[in-house]
C-alpha cells in the first residue's frame, strides 16, 4: 500500500458520553472486580515523558478508532500481500499526521520474519516529518529468543488495530486500580463495564496507555508464519510462543463496547518497556499485587479499513 493506495473504508460514529459520566461508569464496574479502583477526569500527564515516552504529550483532538485489515488474513495462512502504511492510515481516517497508538503485526519484509507492533506514531504529512516511537517485538528465528527493538520504518502487515488523534493535551479519564478479584484482565473488565451500562444500541469506544507498574503480565509473541495451517485456537496457541514479561510495561490500547457488525476486534493491546520486554498482552498474572495506571479518551468514530471478505472469529484473543 503506498500513499496514493486507496483502501476499501467504512465509518460509524461512537457515543461519546461526557468524561464525568464515563468515570461514574467505571469506578463504579471497577471497584467490583479490584480490591482498589479509582477514574477520574484529569489534565492528560506530558505522555512525551517517562516512563510512557509517546510520540505525542496527549490523547485529545479529534480522537477516531481504526480496526485495519483483520486476523483471517493472519490464519489459516498469512497472506504476506496484506500490507499496509501508518502515515496511510491516518489519512484514511481522514486526520493525515494524527498520533497513533495500538497494536497491529510489524512489517515482515523490513524485518524479516513476522512480529508483533507496538504504535507509537506521530505520522507524516504535509507540514511534518512526525516522528516514529514505534517498537517491535519478534522471535528471532536463529535462536528463538525474543527481541524489542524500534521500528526501522512506517509500514505494518496484516492487522492493526489503533487509537488516531491530534496529540493535544487536555481532559483524558484517569483510570487507577489495584489488586485484581476476577478473572478478566483490566481492558476486558472496562469493555464488560461499558457493554453492561450502555447495551446493544450504545455503541463506544476507548483508546489510550496504560501502565503495569507492579506485577507480571502473560504476554505473547507471534513467531514467524506457520507453514501449516492453523485451523484453531488449539493451533493458534501452539505456535505463538507466551512470556510472563515484568512492570513496569507501557501497554497501547484500544476497545470497542461491542461490535454493532463491522467485524472488529473488540480488544487489542501491545506493550513495550525500557527493559527490552514487549509484545501483546493478555492478561497480569499476579493479581493480588498487581497495580494499573491508565490514561483513555473516548473516540468520535470507528473507521473499518480493508476488513477480510472471508471472516472467523479464530485468533481474536
Ligand atoms: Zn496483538
Not at 38 to 43: H, Y
Not at 123 to 130: F, L, N, P
Not at 175 to 197: E, T, W
Not at 236 to 257: D, G, M, Q, T, Y
Amino acid at each position: 500500500m503506498t500513499a496514493n493506495t486507496r483502501l476499501p473504508v467504512t465509518r460509524r460514529a461512537l457515543v461519546v458520553p461526557e468524561l464525568d459520566e464515563l468515570s461514574r461508569v467505571l469506578q463504579e464496574g471497577l471497584k467490583i472486580c479490584f480490591e482498589t479502583a479509582e477514574v477520574n477526569v484529569v489534565d492528560c500527564p506530558d505522555l512525551t515523558q517517562q516512563p510512557f515516552t509517546l510520540a505525542a504529550p496527549g490523547l485529545c483532538g479529534s480522537p477516531r478508532l481504526a480496526d485495519v485489515g483483520g486476523v483471517p488474513y493472519l490464519v489459516p495462512l498469512a497472506q504476506k500481500e496484506k500490507k499496509y502504511n501508518l502515515d496511510t492510515v491516518a489519512e484514511h481516517v481522514d486526520l493525515p499526521g494524527a498520533f497513533m497508538l495500538g497494536a497491529g503485526a510489524g512489517p515482515f519484509d523490513t524485518i524479516g520474519t513476522n512480529s508483533e507492533m507496538i504504535t507509537n506514531i506521530r505520522t507524516k504529512s504535509a507540514d511534518q516529518e512526525g516522528d516514529n516511537q514505534t517498537r517491535i517485538s519478534l522471535i528471532i528465528p536463529e535462536d528463538g529468543s525474543f527481541c524489542l527493538k524500534n521500528s526501522p520504518c512506517r509500514d505494518f502487515q496484516l492487522l492493526g488495530n489503533f487509537l488516531a488523534t491530534e496529540g493535544k493535551p487536555g481532559k483524558v479519564l484517569e483510570v487507577k486500580c489495584q489488586a485484581r478479584r476476577g478473572p478478566d484482565n483490566f481492558v476486558s473488565v472496562m469493555r464488560y463495564i461499558l457493554h453492561k451500562h450502555y447495551g446493544k444500541d450504545k455503541f463506544l469506544g476507548l483508546g489510550g496507555v496504560f501502565l503495569i507498574e507492579e506485577g507480571k503480565a502473560k504476554i505473547h509473541i507471534m513467531p514467524d508464519f506457520s507453514k501449516t495451517p492453523l485451523n484453531s485456537e488449539e493451533d493458534v496457541n501452539k505456535w505463538l510462543r507466551f512470556f510472563e514479561f515484568n512492570a513496569p510495561l507501557i501497554c497501547c490500547s484500544v476497545f470497542v463496547s461491542h461490535d454493532p457488525g463491522m467485524d472488529l476486534r473488540i480488544e487489542h493491546t501491545h506493550c513495550f518497556s525500557h527493559h527490552g520486554q514487549g509484545g501483546h498482552y493478555h492478561y497480569d498474572v499476579t493479581p493480588k499485587t498487581v497495580s494499573y495506571r491508565g490514561y483513555f479518551v473516548p473516540a468520535e468514530w470507528m473507521y473499518r479499513i480493508d476488513p477480510p471478505q472471508e471472516t472467523h472469529n479464530i485468533g481474536r484473543d
